[in-house]
């Protein structure tokens, strides 16, 4: 492979014209963090991402324009083998040095780790970042398309020790490839903060509360019904602090409209459940006083990149990944899976200055650049590569 400066990558995942959640922008962003170090850079993505019957939110696709900025490519169906093949002699032509692949979900195991496993037999090198490993949802086949996907990358990337773990469990033993560790980086590109007064007003919400964001699909491990029962605590009822939710149902929002009726919440939770358009995260983050993640499983998330490129106090649970990047009691709460301990939390941010965390913040969020996610990428390839050659890979 050739020096680390003016390299040829690939980025293959998800992208535009989908939506992805944080997938996309995480691929993006990226793409631009490279470019900006002077490599040459172009994403292939998917011409069908999900089956339709497969997709849990209203639409896959952005509504936004194409990043004029970006090289994308739509080649690969994630169920139709003869596109990997495709995928598989359109990288021969590119001739990249690096391909990089977000993995995220066992399902999209077989198409990733096919491309993986031919672009190897070009000479490619592949490096995998890890959302998850293990899924949030399992299914009792998840091992073995894990376990095929995992054998197909020379070298991995995880944002979370506890995702570096799963990920070392499936691999064999003896293997000459790596997991290094590297948190997800900051979620810099929703542009700069509003004020909070203006935020607000965009967003239609009265003045004079402090207003609690959960953000992000509605699934059920995040435990929105969690932070529902919390925000229902008889010692909050008192106090001026509104609960925003702002995020798609990815499951069946009535069990939610059922919740809200038997905790006695109607008319107290402000519900903004369409899809938020990027141009709009700012808007709400802006004007957000706490972000919850009140999740009952993780490994890391995306939200809280997000939280700390706009300087805001998180609450986060006990689970997977997430304490390590949220420091209890220095950029906000880590509570256990219990609705107590997050309303306790909750009342005790409320008798806070709002400003309490911000010199905590701002010393953790310098940890998070995208130039110590290039680097983790392609420093460990190339020492992947070197320990290959010594057990005779």
Known sequence: MKETKNM?????????PYRGGGIATYNERLARQFM????????????????????????????EPAPADLKITRVMNSVN????????????????????????????????????????????????????VIPHEPHFWDKWLIRYFVRSIDHFVAMSDSVKRDCERFLPKQSPVRVALCPHPLYDNFGEPLPQAEAQQQLGLESGYRYLLFFGFI????????????????????????????GEFYNNAEQYAQL????????????????????????????????????KSATQSGVTQVAYHFSKPMLVTDVGGLAEIVPNGKVGYVTPVDARAIADALLDFCHRDPYCFDSGIEEEKRKYAWSNMTAAVTQGTQASRLLSRRCGL
């Open 81 to 132: 083998p003869f596109s990997w093949w495709k995928t598989a002699r359109l990288l021969r032509h590119i001739r990249p040095d690096l391909m990089v692949v977000k993995f995220w979900i066992p399902l999209m195991a077989p198409c990733l780790g096919t491309i993986s496993r031919l672009a190897r037999r070009q000479g490619i090198r592949v490096v995998s970042i890890l959302d998850n």
């Open 8 to 16: 040829k990558i690939v980025i293959l995942g998800t992208s535009w």
């Open 260 to 295: 809200e009726k038997e905790l006695g919440l109607e008319g107290q939770i402000l519900w903004h459940t369409q899809f938020i358009p990027n141009e709009q995260v700012r808007v709400y983050f802006s004007a957000a006083d706490l972000i919850v993640q009140p999740y």
């Open 219 to 246: 699934r059920d491990y995040k435990g929105l019904d969690l932070l529902m029962r919390a925000y229902a605590d008889p010692r909050l009822r008192g106090e001026k602090v509104r609960l925003l939710v702002a």
């Open 36 to 63: 900006a170090e002077g490599h040459e850079v172009e994403i292939l993505t998917f011409t069908l991402q999900y089956p339709d019957f497969l997709f849990p939110g209203k639409t896959q696709y952005s509504d």
